[in-house]
């Protein structure tokens, strides 16, 4: 049968999106390497297992480590643990695996006791000094295997390999992730400013958001995205993780700028406050904040405070348009981060105020 239907995408499109995936595709070095339960437990309680600070703390309840340490008792198969080897100090850092080392630790070295289990009903209340020798012997020479990223795979390459092998329910967020992983003078600013009551009351955001630090990701998009989009390649997180990197290092050569951008975002959400009724909200009773509604307006203003300071003291009747289904369309989620689409929606919101 003769295929007539037309192609889909034109050469050069599909020729774009392969030197993408050529571009995004990192060379990562490693080497597989097996520990036993027994060597796993004495390095974490040693310290040569380093826990990064962008991940969480021991989050697993006591429920969820009865059952991890049910499938290890039964021999079932064990999710291979993530490692990076830290050049400064030759300590494995743990990229994945944290919760389930910890629980090792605390079972076969501290006194964690069992709780219910679907499969080993008698053992309940067990610690492992509870259990006989031999089974304690067996256990402890049971062999968990390991990745081991090699020290050039960049911090890049190892927040994204944690963002997508993390498939737990506990998974840090990319908010999180930065907040970790890349403290510092800017990262510091942004978590002051999220926290601001006027911000607050512009940005409302789910208690599940709330814990997620939805609001530091969305004051990090302000500053990122209103310094320029030149680096932005369609994909969120590698631009702001490197932009939190710079303004980092920017911050502690310049810490004087600090105010500067303290400033710059409580003009704008003032100038947001007086002009937008609702806020950021896409209803007037609305208890959220979509992400590109929130680009479009908080972006799109402070580009108009740059090119005509004087609109500030004027009303620039926004609430003609802040409803309409135009601003509503440019900030649906179909295609939210391509660039072409989050320039549209800021330039739209920018237009507007200027009177264009």
């Known amino acids: 049968m003769v295929n007539t239907e037309q192609p889909k995408f034109t050469e050069d499109q599909v020729a774009a999106a392969e030197k ?45 480590k009865s059952r ?9 198969p064990i999710p291979f643990l993530f490692f990076w080897e830290s050049p400064e100090t030759g300590r494995l850092e743990i990229v994945d695996g944290s919760q389930r080392l910890r629980t090792i630790e605390q079972f076969i070295l501290g006194d964690f006791c069992l709780g219910d289990l679907d499969q080993l009903s008698l053992l309940p209340g067990f610690r492992f000094k509870d259990l006989p020798e031999s089974r304690q012997r067996k256990v402890k020479n049971r062999s968990i295997r390991g990745i081991v990223l090699s020290e050039h795979t960049d911090e890049q390459s190892r ?31 942004v978590e002051s400013l999220s926290q601001e009551s006027f911000f607050v009351a512009l940005a409302p955001i789910s208690e599940k958001q709330k814990k ?16 320029g989009l030149e680096n932005y390649k369609d994909q969120v997180s590698p631009f702001l993780y490197e932009y939190t990197k710079r303004m980092n290092a920017h911050f502690e050569q310049k810490p004087k700028d600090v105010e500067a951008y303290r400033q710059r975002f409580n003009e704008t959400m003032e100038f947001v406050r007086q002009n937008f009724p609702w806020g950021f909200r896409r ?19 402070y580009y108009a405070l740059q090119q005509k ?14 409803d309409s289904q135009e601003l509503r369309k440019i900030t649906g989620a179909d295609g939210a981060n391509a660039i072409g689409r989050l320039r549209g929606r800021i330039n739209f919101v920018r237009d507007r105020l200027l009177g264009e």
């Open 20 to 64: 993408q995936i050529v571009e995004q595709s990192r060379r990562i070095e490693f080497y597989i390497t097996e520990y036993t339960i027994e060597i796993l437990a004495i390095k974490m309680s040693n310290g040569d297992f380093e826990v990064p600070n962008y991940q969480r703390e021991d989050t697993w309840e006591d429920k969820r």
């Open 68 to 76: 991890f340490i049910e499938s290890v008792l039964m021999g079932l």
């Open 159 to 189: 927040f994204d390999l944690f963002e997508r092998i993390n498939t737990s329910s506990k998974i840090a967020n990319k908010a999180e992730v930065r907040r970790g992983a890349l403290r510092g003078p800017f990262q510091d600013l």
């Open 212 to 227: 997620e630090r939805e609001r530091e990701e969305l004051v990090t998009r302000f500053f990122a995205y209103g310094d």
């Open 283 to 301: 209803t007037v009773k609305g208890k959220a904040t979509p992400r590109a509604r929130f680009e479009a307006i908080a972006i799109g203003s």
């Open 309 to 322: 300071p004087e609109i500030a003291k004027q009303s620039c009747h926004a609430e003609d348009w802040h």
